[in-house]
T-cell receptor, first 113, second 115 residues
Framework: AQSVTQLGSHVSVSEGALVLLRCNYSSSVPPYLFWYVQYPNQGLQLLLKYTSAATLVKGINGFEAEFNKSQTSFHLRKPSVHISDTAEYFCAVKGGSQGNLIFGKGTKLSVKP | EAGVAQSPRYKIIEKRQSVAFWCNPISGHATLYWYQQILGQGPKLLIQFQNNGVVDDSQLPKDRFSAERLKGVDSTLKIQPAKLEDSAVYLC?????????????FGPGTRLTVL
């Protein structure tokens, strides 16, 4: 069965700093992986997705993620964060016979001025 | 393009009462999902519809939860009777059919508080 683990429930960085949010997956088949962002009192918005093409995936708002098969990881990073990036970030993998999403527990990112 | 609509946005009820949530997916999206997001956790799938048929309800507590999708468009999720542990945000999402990795578009959610 597929699953994802997000390391670190809270991350706090200063504006302009590099941020790395960690995600490790478990999958018996080639995975389809996603990163979603959730702003306060809003639904989830897709940042980027990996679908077995390039291992470095670029998403919206300057975010990117690298798929590493040997380390079963799909870490999200942004070279220079902005205060508006303060939100909760979820890693997810397509799982099950019907392709529903299986989410990690999320990482709350706080960007300080 | 209009997004996924949900109502109400907030609901407060007492335990043992019933409650219903409504979702209108993006026009043309055949697949509709209901997720439960408990505070501090990621969303968990409750039920998945393909058009108006159920394709996965393995994690739906069927003794108290029910859902329907009439005419393959709008959907309603009901809880009867509610328990304290049902306090959560209920998210509706929709996607096009045909591709395994199709993006799911999420609504703003309904925040349920059971007292």
């Amino acid at each position: 069965a597929q699953s994802v683990t997000q390391l670190g429930s809270h991350v706090s960085v200063s504006e302009g700093a590099l941020v790395l949010l960690r995600c490790n997956y478990s999958s018996s088949v080639p995975p389809y992986l996603f990163w979603y962002v959730q702003y306060p009192n809003q639904g989830l918005q897709l940042l980027l997705k990996y679908t077995s093409a390039a291992t470095l995936v670029k998403g919206i708002n300057g975010f990117e993620a690298e798929f590493n098969k040997s380390q079963t990881s799909f870490h999200l990073r942004k070279p220079s964060v902005h205060i508006s990036d303060t939100a909760e970030y979820f890693c997810a993998v397509k799982g099950g016979s019907q392709g529903n999403l299986i989410f990690g527990k999320g990482t709350k990112l706080s960007v300080k001025p | 393009e209009a997004g996924v609509a949900q109502s109400p946005r907030y609901k407060i009820i007492e335990k043992r009462q019933s409650v219903a949530f409504w979702c209108n997916p993006i026009s043309g999206h055949a697949t509709l999902y209901w997720y439960q997001q408990i505070l501090g956790q990621g969303p968990k799938l409750l039920i998945q519809f393909q058009n108006n048929g159920v394709v996965d309800d393995s994690q739906l507590p069927k003794d108290r939860f029910s859902a329907e999708r009439l005419k393959g468009v709008d959907s309603t999720l009901k809880i009867q009777p509610a328990k304290l542990e049902d306090s959560a945000v209920y998210l509706c999402a929709s996607s096009m059919e045909g591709f395994l990795y199709n993006e799911q578009f999420f609504g703003p959610g309904t925040r349920l508080t059971v007292l």
